[in-house]
Nanobody, 124 residues
Framework: QVQLVESGGGLVLAGGSLRLSCAASGRTFLFDTMGWFRQAPGKEREFAARISWNSGGLYYADYADSVKGRFTISRDSAKNTVFLQMSSLKPEDTAVYYC??????????????WGQGTQVTVSS
C-alpha cells in the first residue's frame, strides 16, 4: 500500500552534517504524518522528529529534546519526500534511522508504515 525508502545515511565526523531523505510511494493519501526514529546498538528505537500536515498546507514539526536545535525535518509535498537535516552531529547520534508514516488517532501518533532504515555513523 505504502512504500518508504530512506537514503542519505553514511559516515561523518563529529560536528558534521548529513541529510536523510525518505521517499513515499503508493497510497500516500493514507497518512498525514511522517516521522524519523532511530535505534542505536543495544538500545530501543526512539523518536527523533515528526512532521504533520493538513489539507490547507499547514505543517507542524516536533523534535525529541536530544536533537532539538540540531535537526530539522521538512517535506516536499510534490515529491512525497521528507527530509531530516542533521547538523552538529555527535557520536551518540550513531544509529539506524527509520522513516515512518501514519496518522494521529486514538490521541496519539500511530505509524503504520516503516522504511528499511539507513545507517548513520558519527565518529569522534
Amino acid at each position: 500500500q505504502v512504500q518508504l525508502v530512506e537514503s542519505g545515511g553514511g559516515l561523518v565526523l563529529a560536528g558534521g552534517s548529513l541529510r536523510l531523505s525518505c521517499a513515499a510511494s503508493g497510497r500516500t493519501f493514507l497518512f498525514d504524518t511522517m516521522g524519523w526514529f532511530r535505534q542505536a546498538p543495544g538500545k530501543e528505537r526512539e523518536f527523533a522528529a515528526r512532521i504533520s500536515w493538513n489539507s490547507g498546507g499547514l505543517y507542524y514539526a516536533d523534535y525529541a529534546d536530544s536533537v532539538k536545535g540540531r535537526f530539522t525535518i521538512s517535506r516536499d509535498s510534490a515529491k512525497n519526500t521528507v527530509f531530516l537535516q542533521m547538523s552538529s552531529l555527535k557520536p551518540e547520534d550513531t544509529a539506524v534511522y527509520y522513516c515512518a508514516a501514519g496518522l494521529f488517532r486514538n490521541a496519539k501518533y500511530e505509524y503504520d508504515y516503516w522504511g528499511q532504515g539507513t545507517q548513520v555513523t558519527v565518529s569522534s
